[in-house]
């Protein structure tokens, strides 16, 4: 391909196009209410526009044309793995799964054997308000009320409450020491009011900390007040 037009809808299963390589363009996984969020306040100018990623192809069709974005129709982690990921790429996940776990599981288990496991029950009682799912997934918050979407994240203070802002959660889950577990914390960093992510070179930091010691993992995403954990195991077979 040539060229680029913005009215298209690109698929999941190919490579950007050629004039999207080498730039990176924000990728905004999920056109849901927090996706089109994010393009409203990341996307300002055509200088610098964003990718953003959905299965259902109506919301993509519902984004106006005028917004400086590339539209990705198919499964976000179908679009990650067609992707040269590079350092500097920053990553906004606005879809209800843990995108980075569901990333390492995925380049895991590309060299070896990665399987799910359920977070360990002794996490519950090391972070603030846990919530956990069947399935394993623990869900930590400091707040225990439905926080803004457009908080500014301020360092010191609760915009809520007021008062002063505990320990940041990414900093208590990177002291989290759990018998048999390593632990990687992905730190989601706001990019503006309500719009956090993180990049690939942060991502493939994380990786390599688990590629270099096989074993069970406990994968946590977290900003200042809000964290999703999740574990797995590792075996390298050489």
Not at 47 to 67: F, K, T, W
Not at 91 to 104: K, N, R, T
Not at 117 to 127: E, Y
Not at 165 to 184: D, N, S
Request: proline residues 10%; negative net charge.
């Amino acid at each position: 391909m040539v060229g680029w037009n913005p009215a298209q809808v690109w698929p999941a299963e190919e490579p950007l196009p050629e004039p999207l390589k080498g730039k990176a363009w924000p990728w905004i996984l999920g056109a849901g209410r927090f996706g089109l969020l994010a393009v409203q306040r990341l996307i300002t100018d055509t200088d610098h526009p964003a990718v953003v990623v959905d299965g259902n192809r109506q919301r993509l069709m519902n984004i106006s044309e005028d917004c400086p974005l590339v539209k990705v129709h198919g499964d976000i982690f179908v679009f990650l793995s067609n992707q040269a990921l590079a350092d500097d790429q920053w990553i906004i996940p606005a879809v209800p799964v843990h995108v980075a776990y569901g990333w390492m599981l995925m380049e895991l288990g590309k060299k070896g054997i990665a399987r799910r496991l359920s977070v360990p029950d002794i996490v519950d009682n090391h972070v603030p308000h846990p919530l956990r799912t069947p399935a394993g997934t623990v869900y930590a918050s400091h707040a225990t009320f439905r926080c803004p979407d457009d908080c500014p994240e301020p360092e010191d203070h609760c915009t809520v409450t007021k008062k002063p802002r505990p320990e940041k959660l990414y900093q208590t889950l990177r002291h989290l020491t759990i018998p048999a577990f390593g632990t990687v914390v992905i730190q989601s960093r706001q990019l503006a009011p309500g719009v956090g992510g993180y990049t690939g070179g942060h991502l493939k930091e994380a990786l390599r900390i688990i590629e270099a010691s096989p074993g069970p993992y406990l994968v946590a995403t977290s900003c200042s007040c809000h964290a999703v954990i999740d574990a797995l195991s590792w075996e390298d077979p050489f």
